[in-house]
């Protein structure tokens, strides 16, 4: 891919890039908990977004992404939102960078990888990570990893129009290889957990399903969430988010008059308990545990939260009956993207074959899949000497 990106961008541009990535990302557990500021265990997977970039001696913009074969131009004074999305993500980046005060001028960037799109991988988030950590490193800018993850969680909410959490873009610039991320969103303090799977890996199954549901119902389940923080907000002055609150709290206020709030907020609430005990799980070693533990967040998520869909139940409902699988949940966001699977070495081709016939048949949809590795976070990429002669 680095090649292929480097070749590609001398022949567009006819200058050498400098090459850089930032990965696609998997969470364990902890789903729709890091905007109620609470846990999340998430890690960088071995799949990518690169970014070629090369300064050019204008103001002029040049972006180029290989998966649409599309350009788009415009000059770096005049930074605002693209009526087509996939700029965004980079414009999104740039306009924050201006906003903290960076001077930039005109460069050619070329986009290509091996993310999934819509996918639920965070291929967004990775073409943020990996253009904030490019235009830092071309413009000198000596801006750290952290400051870069908020600019590109920024980027999303003002460019992309999604008010997301923390979670995808720490993942994606802070991923450690073999390592989760137990990330407290209150205050970004993260601690490393080793990921020793014995013989057990991460499997993706891809639904393939993109729902447009997606960005406007996470955005109502945020302000769900809000609701209920400010109701119990008047009887406890000090509770700032649902990550203040307890299960006693959502009985005594919310129970009664408000249903679905009640509804939306125990899950969460109980979500952040689900956590921590999984990562007592892992730290023992207890995969067992742990995998029941991701059955019952599939379960809150799609019968309390309600952001799953029939594929992401189908595929969830259709492993638990098989012995080799420790446990599966729908990941990210919802309304479509890839269930998380812990499989067993062994059993991987023969769950992975027999799931894409059983799906296809009654989804009517191809099932992808996926066998993930924890990788390192955002970086750059090393260049081909004799590419560029
Ligand atoms: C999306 C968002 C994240 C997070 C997850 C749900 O991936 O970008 O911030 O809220 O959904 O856990």
Redesign the pocket.
């Known amino acids: 891919m680095i090649e292929k990106i480097t070749k590609s961008f001398i022949d567009k541009y006819g200058v050498a890039p400098t090459v850089f990535r930032s990965p696609g990302r998997v969470?364990i557990i902890g789903?729709?908990?890091?905007?109620n500021n609470g846990f999340v265990l998430p890690a960088a997977i071995d799949k990518n977004i690169y970014v070629a970039i090369s300064k050019r001696d204008d103001n002029q913009v040049n972006l180029y992404a290989a998966d649409f074969d599309e350009d788009f131009s415009t000059g770096i004074q005049n930074i605002k939102k693209a009526a087509v999305q996939w700029p965004n993500y980079i414009l999104g980046v740039i306009d924050q960078l201006q906003k903290e005060g960076c001077n930039l001028g005109g460069f050619n960037l070329m986009i290509d990888g091996d993310v999934p799109i819509g996918a639920g991988l965070?291929s967004s988030a990775a073409v943020e990570c990996a253009t904030a950590f490019a235009m830092n490193q071309v413009f000198s800018l000596g801006l750290d990893k952290i400051k870069m993850v908020h600019l590109s969680q920024k980027a999303e909410h003002v460019f992309a129009g999604v008010n997301?959490?923390?979670?995808?873009q720490f993942a994606s610039m802070l991923g450690k290889k073999d390592h989760v991320i137990k990330l407290d969103c209150r205050n970004l303090n993260y601690e490393y957990i080793p990921f020793k799977l014995d013989n057990y890996k991460i499997v993706l199954f891809n639904t393939n399903v993109k729902h447009n549901l997606a960005s406007s119902e996470y955005n109502v389940r945020r302000q769900q969430c809000e609701e209920a923080v400010a109701i119990i907000n008047q009887f406890h002055p000090e509770v700032k988010s649902l990550r203040d609150v307890n299960k006693d709290m959502l009985d005594k206020y919310i129970a009664t008059g408000y249903p679905l709030i009640y509804q939306r907020s125990k899950y969460v609430v109980e979500e952040n308990e689900r956590l921590l005990a999984a990562c007592k799980d892992l730290e023992q070693g207890n995969i067992s545990a742990l995998g029941q533990r991701m059955y019952q967040t599939h379960h809150g998520l799609s019968m309390e939260y309600e952001v799953s869909c029939k594929e992401l139940d189908f595929l969830v409902d259709y492993v638990k009956k098989i012995p080799g699988v420790a446990g599966a949940r729908m990941m990210?966001?919802g309304f479509g993207g890839c269930t998380i699977n812990l499989v067993k070495e062994e059993i991987i081709e023969e769950l992975i074959n027999a799931a894409s016939i059983v799906y296809e048949h009654s989804m009517k949809l191809p099932l992808t899949t996926y066998i993930a590795m924890i990788e390192n976070g955002t970086g750059d990429c090393k260049q081909k000497e004799n590419l560029l002669t």
């Open positions: 969470n789903e729709h908990t890091d905007y965070s997301c959490g923390i979670m995808d990210g966001g």
